[in-house]
């Protein structure tokens, strides 16, 4: 009864049911997808032998081995400093492709050499042939094999365990035999699963990749063809799409054409506790951000000069693998910072009303907490890099996947802060909430922040214990599915709100976006999730599967570029009708520049870097880096500093506001962002893949190659450019951040839901439409 | 002749034609309401809703500056690599192909520069 006269009492949604039906349909297949790859990796993931032998009958290596060999790589950071099956880091080699190149080399040489084409075509067939019993678990290996193994266990020893450092890691990075050895058995199981065939099939586990001659690895059939039907999912889609658009005027864009606003002058709206402590939360932001942005550039050092920073050793504190862990965790650490004030920041102004009771102390409280976890990780990545922690590692040092390298202890407290963070908002808008049907914003956008931590928490699945590949489908749960998509999703709902409480989109247009983006990033992003697993061991169904949905990302970023002008122009125009000045100016200019590196960097060298068969010879290469960069940065870091300018636009007075620092702000970061693209990443990640296939991905990814003098001067040339990203774009946004701290306590108090008003309507042509907080007029305070 | 020095110079031209490429879309109307795409949701609509904008609304105003200003960036890095490479490779045949594209790149960049400015 009681929930009848709630029910009754809702704002029905101003959107037909069909929407919300299809955007639940295409969801839930995408989901399905999602979970029947996951069973098809766990079913078809290459085995873990219980012994390895040789055909002498000497037990060259266990599973044991292999599995210990793992905990090693990870705890060690190892896979920040190169990467296993194409994972990883850029600066050290892909120790998968390696291992099976001078494994190859050594039993080639061991056969005859390679002026004998018997000893090559022996060789090959040592390789190819699968020669695991699934029945013992036992595999077989030649005798040429096992020797090669024990020579490669001293080449390992001598490149880990070097006294004088000079390569990335830290002098005498692992020293312990039996970890090298441990290490080598591990390296040695990623070689046989990449050659040997699976079984009644003609690639193999990894669907032949690395490329490697030596072995007879090649693309496969698969790799090909579906990178062929990729394209044409690519060019079908986007056709398919811009025609129903233009056909049928899905979105139907038009603001609020016949009214003129009036924007509320910014140091006339009233703040929140809640909101006042977001001030905290961005300086936080910009202060990671800064701390990024300089382990990024000691990261870099390394590519241009391996052997000091200056004259300074540095491998010696601060080793390649442990900034660029640094570099990649702050790299989320600060965006959801940002994410999660801009959260806090638009509850009161969604809801216009004061705070409920101690809000402002639960979002210090989480800063609090926030805080203690960057810190903490970071700490304890450092001290599990040199061996601390002992079997408690992997919780609460080095976990070593990129990406979540945070201790398991701190991860799980991340995903209890954002939940937290979740129910903060939830107090917030709970009063709304109950008179709001559940297709309307107010919950969309609270739909999309719960989604955070759920999907992040899937991350916590990642086990060490795990086989490598099952470990890669959790991580990229976090990688991928909660990065691209649901911070996307997440981020469109923020986006579209703004827009709406700012007066110048339709709440209908807002909801017509939202429900859109759920049907595209369904359609392409959850299933495409796959184009991450193409060579790490899973079937080749999952490969296909990633490469035709995955083409279909960047459809909805081409169009969702467009849409990002349709609405900033819609802003446009009530700016300049408006007798008050648009106070967004450059939150705005920060959501342009997301549309621009969306459509470059996520679009354009996303898809460079996604046909199967490009990838097979790129993968871990500067190519990739450069469509991390582009898309990371260019499209999440403009969007979180977007939400930044736009909060501290309100925190900070207005004869304190300055346009300039923003401008060079904006500028900077662009321009250093565009430098570090045009003028290193791009041209270095195409000459890496030219040398790939030309020479072989094997020397692509040495650091002879990666050092030599032309690639050594396009990475000097990345200088200017760095410095004046850090310089000019990242301090003046700490600047601004440390004077929305300072102060934020001169807005007055909120008295009355017009003080959270951030517009007025002056004149109305057409009839009065309910906005986001579906109130157009000033009431008293409830 | 070292194969790096064609590269470059090849390079320096793709980051050129898209240098001018930007600049060029700086100063078309780029709105998808201006696109022939739209031309059924306009009449849907019964109405042109920008036929009364002129481009220097904002954030029109900007866009010029927003495309010439990366396009500035692409010229300036294609006058900086075949530059960069000179220092290791000065042969005649190298200066012959890496010193027109720097010059090329330069005066294209002073030309970006001098747009933006005015």
């Known amino acids: ?42 079913q078809s993931s290459p085995p873990t032998p219980k012994q390895v032998v040789s055909t002498a009958g000497r037990t060259v290596f266990t599973g044991t081995d292999i599995r210990a ?72 290996i030649s005798d040429a094999q096992a020797r090669v193994f024990d020579d490669l266990t001293g080449h390992y020893g001598e490149t880990l365990g070097a006294p004088n450092g000079r390569r990335g890691l830290r002098p005498n990075a692992i020293t312990d035999p039996a970890q090298i050895r441990q290490l080598t058995a591990y390296f040695a199981w ?51 799409l811009f025609a129903a658009f233009g056909r049928w005027n899905w979105l139907g864009w038009h603001g609020r054409e016949t009214q003129e606003l009036r924007f509320t002058e910014p140091q006339s709206v009233a703040l929140t506790g809640s909101q006042r402590a977001t001030a905290w939360f961005f300086f936080t932001m910009a202060a990671l ?20 920073f200056f004259g300074i050793p540095l491998d010696r504190w601060l080793p390649y693998n442990l900034v660029r862990t640094w570099h990649v965790q702050l790299s989320l650490f600060w965006v959801s910072t940002s994410f999660l004030a801009a959260g806090i920041f638009l509850v009161p102004m969604i809801v216009r009303r004061r705070d409920p009771k ?10 609090g907490a926030l805080v203690v976890v960057v810190v903490g990780s970071m700490v304890g990545e450092l001290a599990g890099m040199r061996g601390a922690f002992g079997a408690l590692w992997s919780w609460f040092g080095m976990q070593g996947f990129e990406y979540l390298d945070l201790g398991k202890f701190w991860q799980v407290l991340l995903t209890i802060g954002m939940a937290f963070w979740v129910v903060i908002l939830w107090r917030g808008l709970r009063k709304r909430l109950a008179a709001e049907s559940r297709a309307n914003l107010p919950w969309l956008f609270f739909f999309a922040a719960l989604a955070l931590p759920v999907v992040y ?61 759920v049907v595209l990033y369904s359609a392409g992003g959850v299933i495409g999730t796959a184009h991450h697993w193409y060579f790490s061991g899973t079937p080749a169904a999952v490969l296909a599967m990633g490469a035709f949905f995955s083409a279909f990302e960047v459809i909805p970023l081409t169009f969702l570029t467009v849409e990002a002008w349709s609405f900033i122009r819609l802003g446009a125009r009530q700016e300049s009708r408006s007798a008050a000045a648009f106070p967004h100016r450059w939150a705005v200019m920060f959501l342009v520049a997301v549309g621009f590196w969306n459509f470059l960097g996520a679009g354009v060298f996303g898809f460079l870097v996604n046909l199967p068969i490009v990838s097979y010879y790129e993968i871990g290469t500067a190519l990739t880096a450069n469509h991390a960069h582009t898309a990371m940065m260019g499209v999440y870091g403009m969007l979180a500093i977007g939400f930044a300018m736009f909060a501290l636009r309100y925190l900070i007075p207005a004869d304190k506001w ?56 396009l990475e000097w040339l990345r200088l200017p450019g760095d410095v004046v990203f850090i310089v000019g774009g990242a301090l003046p946004l700490l600047w601004m951040a440390f004077q929305g701290v300072r102060y934020r306590g001169r807005h007055h108090d909120v008295l009355s839901e017009a003080d959270l008003q951030l517009f007025t309507e002056v004149e109305a042509h057409e009839p009065a439409e309910a906005t986001a907080s579906g109130q157009l007029s000033a009431g008293p305070l409830r | 002749m070292d194969p790096i020095v064609f590269f470059v110079a090849a390079y320096t031209g793709v980051l050129l034609v898209a240098a001018a490429g930007l600049h060029r879309l700086g100063r078309i109307d780029t709105s998808p309401w201006r696109s022939r795409v739209l031309a059924g949701h306009r009449r849907a609509i019964g109405a042109v809703p920008w036929r009364e904008r ?31 490479l000179l220092v290791a490779h000065h042969r005649l045949p190298e200066v012959a192909v890496l010193g027109p594209a720097t010059v090329l790149a330069l005066w294209f960049l002073g030309k970006l520069m001098a747009t933006l400015r005015s």
């Open chain 1, 289 to 308: 951000f800064v701390v990024q942005t300089l382990v990024g550039a000691a990261s870099e050092h390394y590519r241009a000069d391996l052997g000091s």
């Open chain 2, 54 to 84: 002129s481009s220097a609304d904002w954030p029109h105003s900007e866009v010029p500056r927003l495309y010439t200003g990366i396009g500035a960036v692409a010229a300036a890095a294609a006058a900086v690599l075949p530059a960069g």
């Open chain 1, 69 to 140: 060999g793992q905990d090693v790589f990870l705890r060690n950071g190892l896979m920040e400093y190169g990467s296993i099956f194409g994972h990883g880091a850029y600066l050290g080699p892909d120790f998968t492709a390696d291992y099976l190149h001078r494994s190859a080399q050594g039993v080639l040489a061991a056969y005859g050499g390679a002026a004998s084409d018997t000893a090559a075509q022996r060789t090959r067939e040592d390789f190819k042939t699968n020669r695991y019993d699934a029945a013992t678990g036992v595999l077989t």
């Open chain 1, 190 to 240: 990623s070689a046989w699963s990449s050659a040997a065939n699976r079984p009644g099939k003609s690639y193999s586990y990894t669907n032949n990749w690395p490329p490697e001659p030596l072995v007879n690895n090649g693309p496969s059939a698969d790799t090909v063809v579906w990178s062929v039907l990729s394209l044409i999912a690519l060019l079908g889609g986007t056709g398919a």
């Open chain 1, 1 to 42: 009864m009681a929930t009848s006269t709630v029910t009754a009492t809702r704002r029905p949604s101003s959107l037909s049911k069909g929407w919300v039906q299809v955007a639940a349909l295409v969801a839930l297949s995408g989901l399905f997808g999602l979970v029947l790859m996951g069973w098809m990796t766990y």
């Open chain 1, 658 to 713: 300055s346009d300039k620092l923003a401008r060079t702000s904006f500028w900077s970061l662009n321009i250093g962002l565009a430098w570090m693209s045009f003028v290193t990443l791009l041209p270095l990640g195409v000459l890496q893949l030219y040398h790939s296939v030309n020479v072989g991905y094997y020397d692509a990814r040495s650091l002879q190659f990666i050092t030599n003098g032309t690639n050594g001067l």
């Open chain 1, 457 to 517: 928490a899937a991350g916590l699945l990642a086990q060490h214990t795990d086989t490598y590949v099952v470990t890669d489908y959790w991580r990229f749960m976090v990688v991928h599915l909660w990065v691209e998509d649901f911070l996307e999703l997440f981020t469109t709902v923020m986006v579209a709100y703004i827009f709406v409480l700012l007066g110048v989109v339709r709440e209908k247009i807002a909801l017509r976006v939202i429900f859109l983006d």
């Open chain 1, 358 to 367: 101690r809000q402002g102390a639960l979002a210090y409280a989480l800063l």
